[in-house]
């Protein structure tokens, strides 16, 4: 596995090329270290399921460089509007929406999605052209991995770039909300806290 830091001048150019190929890559995000591949690639995301031990069919969640791009793979915004999650992202928070035809049979009937506050890791989506899957390195139900010496023993093998540094919160997961309801739905509660920011539940498009 080779590592280069966050702060590397060409770090954003060399993930893209790796995840160009299918690859693999362990990268530092703006909540934990997350192991990524490109949305359209089965082969990465059949290796990802490898890596964490979990059942076929997994659903995992998705990081994008800009509305735009999260638009091109939804069918609707839902509940959650443009408008508000516009005025929300790069935030550490994900939202679950209705998956639109672009998106790979592999990801299911709905997908999840967040920008994130990292300039790393929207250039290195950029550069891709596509979003990538974005989830935390560890064996299913085992807690996140954090530390850099963990994550080479664990998955190092099985990775082909891994970034080190570059943590802007480093200790919670993104909080999950549900839009495709006709209400907001937390389902799962992180970094952002959606109540306290949320104000009014369901804002015109």
């Known amino acids: 596995m080779k590592q280069i830091t966050s702060s590397h001048p060409d770090a954003a150019a060399l993930l893209a090329a790796v995840l160009a190929d299918d690859g693999i890559v362990v990268v530092p995000t703006d909540t934990i270290y997350g192991l990524s591949t490109p949305l359209s690639s089965r082969a990465g995301y059949q290796r990802i399921l490898e890596i964490k031990r979990c059942r076929s069919g ?37 939202g679950v929406f209705l998956a639109g035809a672009k998106c790979p ?63 802007t919160v480093g200790s919670r997961p993104s909080t999950i909300v549900d839009f495709t309801g006709a209400n907001p739905v937390v389902i799962r509660k992180g970094a952002y806290d959606w109540e306290a920011e949320a104000g009014d539940a369901n804002p015109s498009n």
């Not at 995992?60 to 069918?75: C, D, G, T």
């Not at 299911?108 to 989830?135: H, K, N, Q, W």
């Open 58 to 94: 997994r659903q995992f969640l998705h990081l994008a460089s800009s509305l735009s791009m999260v638009e091109r793979y939804i069918r609707t915004w839902g509940c959650g509007s443009k408008r508000r999650l516009g005025a929300v992202w790069p935030a550490p928070l994900t």
């Open 105 to 167: 049979d592999w990801v299911g009937e709905t997908i999840a999605f967040r920008i994130p506050a990292s300039g790393l890791l929207t250039r290195m989506i950029d550069l891709l052209g596509e979003p990538v899957v974005s989830t935390s390195v560890n064996i299913t139900g085992e807690a996140p991995l954090g530390d850099i010496d963990q994550i080479g023993e664990r998955v190092g093998e099985h990775v082909e770039l891994f970034v080190t540094g570059g943590l």
